[in-house]
């Protein structure tokens, strides 16, 4: 379904609001303290309950009448349904906030399924199943590689033959506005001397956008490149909270663990690719060509505007970072064909994140690690203050949006998370 | 509470069982096809159920009563409930397989509760959040490192100082039993050459032990060492099949995902630290001395005789590997605390395993990679045909047991797959 740009909702939606009726993205809610919670979707400044238009049979998909997938706190069994059933949700939400339509003109539905968003508590979308990372910036890992190995070997040799990625921790994913308290560590600041306990001092984020896996496959069985699509449900922004000090001294032979593992935070509006559409767009050439099962004709990258902004304790926001979706080499669909070809199996639910995205210039970096270059060209603050890297009382926040010619945004509203002070500390 | 080493049941346990009164490992069945999965115990030949024993009230614990921990198809409220529920339920089952209880006493519930440990499917014992892999052992470890860095460079520098390890893929675990398909994945066979896409080459088992979480922690705050006892619910075997030359190829810098993510298989049984509790005793010296946080003074290695058999595709079973869960470094309470320090949050039913338990001597080595050095020094067979790595058709089997002096075993029973060839092989 093409998305009529110049559609409105009775629903007065500001101009910039990033849920136009364009965007239709869903989440899980709970309306107050004590209540079920149950999905929605966002439009303008309310949440509209899903729960309460599949009571009254607003959809009349078979599926949906029987599995109600808007009855459970999580959206696990709607992405399950795939494609089809997205679809005619979506149409059928776009049908039912314009003026005219049946939710439109029963006023006690209204009253009964539209929540401030500003009054509600938003939850994880989903129960994650296993959450993966991958680490598809060129930027991202060519700088990383030229801070900790030298420019002459900053990219790996597997690098541009393969989504290098590894597997998170599911149990730490955690809703946008949770508070990540600084994580203690084992870290060894002096080669010379024995390693040490105590509170990361390098504390950081990365900025990533992930995706929520649909239907999933079976063991044994892959998920080839062009049907990958059929299997991505939406989009979210995903900050990877880093511990640099804790993840330099544990991650080799096998990967970063407690320096990544303390917290992840996931925005709460899980963006459909429906909405997406209109920015879908080519991607960075590459070079060499992809092995055939990551080659695909189909465009796979999307002009999403991105942005980091860093509030210190007391004070003001700062921008601190400007990038691009588009920047990534490699795509989700190569993400998952890639994570697939062997067997793994993958489940509705599932988050897959991109790994940071950083652009070309010092200012689109997506972590403090690039932007002060491992501390060396620290951020100026207000009041002669500085950052190399996060302090407690910090508040990260990450947003980004995607902008039609013809004025209307489709955005991810915020992910964000301020920083404790370490357990005991 | 002691475990009776010269209790008996009024079940028949023949000489040389895994499962005597004394062991009484919990897991989770299905009697036959089309009905619901329910919690048991292992007694000699048989299931006993325990959702049959919940369902008499044989169980007068108030969380028992509150709870209903053997109603659902897993184990995981049951392990959330701790020491104190863990060792009630034990007590009761010892009380209520002995001669004159009400269980032997009451035919009519007997004939509902027992059922040939042949006739039923096992599945996992919990739904698993999370899986982590960790890589305790010294042997392993150095002989990987020399394997494919040299001796000078075997052991990477943290090794002694932490507990290395990874998150695995929670999807992906299977019960023993499972067949593995061979995975098909990207490799660099040759390093003047690009990496091609094909079949793994180099399938490899891994033999190790696993332990599922009991309760939780919180996200931000630890379980210190001197509490991790109490947080882990008993023990099991795990394979963690590899294939050696997709993992060569993509594990730098972010670790193993595809070469290992294809299939973990888990023996159905879970033996509790109460059954083991005999066979406790001192590890290998630590030195250096670990940080504070990993430091306890009580013993947390078990002797625990381990094997692993292969074989062919009609042909007879051989003894591959035979070692001892004693060789590990680190201890299930050094990896719980270390993995929690920063306040990642564990939850009932996760698992976590020890990696790789290789001994001293060449046929203690719990992996093909070891066993034949990289393929050097092939394992005969019989009829002249002989393994570096796996090959279609092949069945790995593990097997495990602590045995006491006065005779009898506390088993693990088999953790078995058989190779499937590649998809569209």
Request: proline share 9%; aromatic share 10%.
């Amino acid at each position: 379904m093409p998305t009529d740009p110049s559609l409105t909702s009775f629903v007065d939606v500001p101009a910039g609001s990033h849920f136009p009726i364009q965007n239709l993205p869903y989440g899980v809610f709970r309306p107050q303290e004590g209540v079920m919670p149950r999905p929605g979707v966002a439009i303008g400044p309310e949440v509209l309950d899903l729960s309460a238009l599949q009571s009254r049979a607003l959809f009349d998909h078979p599926q949906i009448a029987e599995r109600h997938p808007f009855s459970g706190p999580t959206l696990n069994t709607f992405m399950a349904m795939g494609p089809d059933v997205w679809q005619h949700v979506r149409e059928r939400l776009t049908e039912l906030l314009q003026e005219g339509s049946d939710l439109h003109e029963d006023a006690n539905l209204r009253e009964r399924a539209f929540f401030n968003r500003e009054d509600v508590e938003m939850l994880l979308p989903a129960e994650i199943g296993d959450y993966t990372d991958f680490y598809c910036s060129e930027e991202h890992a060519t700088n990383v590689g030229t801070i900790f190995r030298g420019p002459e070997n900053a990219l790996n040799p597997n690098w541009k033959h393969l989504p290098v990625g590894y597997h998170g921790r599911a149990s730490s994913v955690v809703p946008s506005g949770t508070p990540v308290r600084r994580p203690c560590g084992q870290t060894r600041p002096d080669d010379d001397e024995p390693p040490v306990f105590g509170p990361t001092k390098l504390l950081d984020f990365e900025l990533e956008m992930g995706f929520f896996v649909g239907p999933g496959n079976r063991l044994g069985e892959n998920i080839p490149i062009d049907r990958a699509a059929d299997h991505i449900f939406g989009m979210a922004l995903v900050n990877d909270w880093s511990a640099r000090d804790i993840q330099g001294w544990e991650y080799v032979p096998l990967g970063p663990f407690l320096g990544k593992s303390f917290a992840t935070t996931v925005s709460p509006w899980i963006v459909s690719m429906a909405a997406l559409e209109p920015f879908r767009q080519a991607g960075p050439e590459q070079d060499p060509e992809p092995l055939d099962y990551l080659h695909t004709d189909r465009d796979g990258a999307y002009d999403i505007h991105l942005e980091a902004s860093l509030t210190p304790a007391g004070g003001t926001a700062k921008t601190i970072c400007t990038t691009n979706f588009g920047y990534l080499y490699w795509t989700f669909q190569q993400q998952l064909a890639h994570h697939t070809v062997g067997g793994c199996n993958v489940r509705p639910g599932d988050l897959m994140a991109s790994g940071t995205i950083s652009g070309p210039d010092p200012g689109s970096y997506g972590s403090l690690l690039e932007l002060t270059w491992r501390g060396e060209n620290p951020i100026p603050f207000e009041a002669g203050s500085e950052r190399t890297f996060l302090e407690d009382g910090d508040c990260l926040t990450l947003t980004g949006w995607a902008e039609h010619d013809d004025g209307y945004r489709v955005g991810f509203g915020e992910c964000t998370g301020e920083v404790l002070p370490a357990q005991g500390g």
